[in-house]
């Protein structure tokens, strides 16, 4: 929201401030400083155009003097307008306590961490003008998320963050993973993306993401589809071999987006984003949540296109950082998760463990 200052001289020689309302974009700055008064509308009736405000309307606002694009949303189809328009989105995944105090007395008490398992949700911004669009929450059952996470069946709501109305919805269904290399379908991660706020009856899909036979072998690797082309038109890689755990701490975690096998990153790129102060290090430290960016590098991608691959982003987030606590204590022994290996869909933690009361193992 824009405000705009302004003196009004009083009788007796002082100035006094008044603060105007503020205008939401799409309405127009009330007329001062020598603008004749509205008749019937503002601009006024005969005012020159060239001198005036063009005509209101659902536009995107022009970049000049610092300012970064703004969207007029008011329903679900200017939300995904916007992501169609968009350079770079942001999605942050919200911080749950009661899952930090589940994963800090796991080693105290048993399946406490498997118990306090909470349903993810997460907020999706512009990523250049941090304006809030998307709402995303996870429905999955407590069963599910207690013996199956992170590879439970789930289902993410998304909203229009202005309406709260549902406007898509991703469906992951169960797969195996961690310690199963994706040789065949059922170990094969993936998740569809569709219109409307349900599966049953939905206005269609937009386009899925699936790894790949071998899961790219030494690279994570997923490629994404949309609605009515077998080919993929984008791959999403990983870092090879090493990554995730403590490395997370102190390095961003690259996913380049490119049109083809080998990290061109022409398409756009997927960054896990590293803490940078202390408070987010601790947050990383006792909970899972996470903050990724997408940036968009070309200029020709379609609106679901993008929206793919911002599911894409979501469907990453529960293959590799979902289960993902670098410190872990249980039994008199502690150990660090160090990174994590990749192999053919498999994923190998790599741990430094010490033990307490003299064992030498």
């Not at 005969?46 to 405000?53: H, K, T």
């Not at 000049?64 to 999605?91: T, W």
């Not at 529960?318 to 660090?336: A, T």
Request: glycine letters at 10%; aromatic letters at 10%.
């Amino acid at each position: 929201k824009l405000q705009f200052l302004y003196f009004i001289a009083s009788g007796d020689g002082k100035k006094k401030t008044k603060m105007q309302q503020p205008f939401m974009y799409g309405q127009y700055p009330p007329p001062q400083n020598g603008y004749p008064p509205p008749q019937g509308g503002y601009p006024p009736q005969g005012y020159p155009p060239q001198q005036g405000y063009p005509p209101p309307g659902n536009y995107p606002q022009q970049q000049g003097m610092g300012m970064q694009q703004m969207y007029p949303m008011q329903n679900g189809i200017d939300v995904l307008g916007a992501i169609g328009m968009a350079n770079k989105i942001a999605v942050k995944q919200k911080v749950s306590l009661i899952e930090a105090a589940g994963d800090t007395l796991s080693g105290f008490i048993p399946c406490s961490e498997m118990c306090c398992e909470r349903p993810n949700e997460y907020n999706v911004f512009d990523g250049i003008t941090g304006q809030s669009l998307l709402k995303v929450k996870e429905e999955s059952t407590f069963c599910w998320r207690c013996w199956c996470n992170p590879a439970h069946k789930l289902q993410l709501r998304i909203s229009d963050v202005r309406t709260g109305q549902d406007i898509m919805i991703m469906d992951r269904p169960f797969k195996c993973m961690g310690g199963c290399p994706a040789l065949c379908d059922m170990c094969q991660q993936e998740a569809t993306l569709y219109h409307g706020n349900s599966v049953e009856a939905s206005q269609g899909v937009v386009g899925y993401t699936k790894a790949p036979c071998c899961g790219g072998g030494f690279t994570p690797t997923v490629q994404t589809f949309v609605k009515g082309n077998e080919m993929p038109f984008a791959t999403i890689e990983g870092p090879q071999c090493c990554f995730a755990g403590l490395t997370e701490m102190c390095c961003d975690q690259n996913f380049p987006v490119s049109s083809t096998e080998g990290k061109a990153g022409n398409i756009g790129m997927i960054v896990k984003e590293k803490p940078d102060t202390a408070a987010e290090a601790l947050v990383e430290l006792a909970t899972d949540s996470d903050l990724f960016t997408l940036t968009f590098r070309d200029t020709a991608l379609s609106r679901d296109q993008k929206l793919v691959l911002l599911s894409s982003v979501l469907l990453l987030d529960y293959m590799f950082f979902e289960q993902n606590q670098p410190f872990e204590c249980s039994n008199g022994s502690c150990s660090i998760t160090c990174c994590y290996m990749y192999c053919g869909g498999c994923l190998v933690p790599m741990k430094c463990a010490c033990a307490s009361g003299g064992s030498e193992d």
